[in-house]
């Protein structure tokens, strides 16, 4: 079981450029997400998706997109990068929605920096 | 506005003893409050969960509380070891459908 397996670990874009961050998990899990974390902010939800074919916006959804075609993989596209998008973002996967199972499995992460 | 609060100073403790972390929340009901450990470079790694109908659950020497009353959760390390160095976070449904809002982190440093 390789969990929540996130690429690439390290990025430079330059201002303007596009890219997908890839997310893909083997658990099975119908719950997945997408953070970002800066320092002194702390992790905030970018998008999630409840399930395959079903995406929605979290707190900060501006400049990037996200599809869920398979159960297993969660892209995140950002569209036209910014500096202000220079971050670390982590993918996270869990079993489902009810209480019981939402323990989150997070990737190891993509440091990204945009010049 | 929604808040939630984890000290920003880091903890230094000593050996052997207790660590106490605190998670305060603020204009959120949550139905389960969930503490994280993250290392340097590394992904956040689930530690416990407790529900709104619990007061305490413990795991091995990790120890947590939640008082609704207070808006708070309590998180202690008991026998404290350098391996257990690392910023805590904490998390609760905060976006509904239990959609994870997560605290800043309070870093733990357990000198030898």
């Known amino acids: 079981n390789a969990g929540v397996t996130q690429t690439p670990k390290f990025q430079v874009l330059k201002t303007g450029q596009s890219m997908t961050l890839q997310c893909a998990q083997d658990m099975n899990h119908e719950y997945m997400s997408w953070y970002r974390q800066d320092p002194g902010m702390g992790l905030r939800l970018i998008h999630y998706?409840?399930?395959?074919?079903?995406?929605d916006q979290g707190e900060v959804p501006n400049g990037y997109n996200v599809s869920r075609s398979t159960t297993e993989d969660f892209p995140l596209r950002l569209l036209s990068a910014a500096p202000s998008q220079t971050s670390v973002y982590f993918c996270?996967?869990?079993?489902?929605?009810?209480?019981?199972?939402?323990?989150?499995?997070f990737g190891q992460g993509t440091r990204l920096t945009v010049v | 506005s929604q808040k939630i609060e984890q000290n920003s100073e880091a903890l230094n403790i000593q050996e052997g003893k207790t660590a106490t972390l605190t998670c305060n929340y603020t204009n959120y009901s949550p139905a389960y409050l969930q503490w994280y450990r993250q290392d340097p470079g590394r992904g956040p790694v689930f530690l416990l969960l407790?529900?709104?109908?619990?007061k305490e659950k413990r795991k091995e020497r990790l120890k947590v509380t939640f008082d609704t009353t207070l808006k708070q959760s309590l998180f202690h390390i008991t026998a404290s070891q350098p391996a257990d160095s690392a910023t805590y976070l904490c998390a609760l449904d905060g976006y509904g459908n239990n959609r994870l809002a997560f605290g800043k982190g309070n870093q733990v440093v357990v000198i030898p």
């Open positions: 407790i529900r709104e109908n619990e």
């Open positions: 998706s409840v399930g395959a074919g079903i995406t």
């Open positions: 996270a996967s869990s079993q489902g929605l009810r209480e019981w199972n939402t323990e989150a499995f």
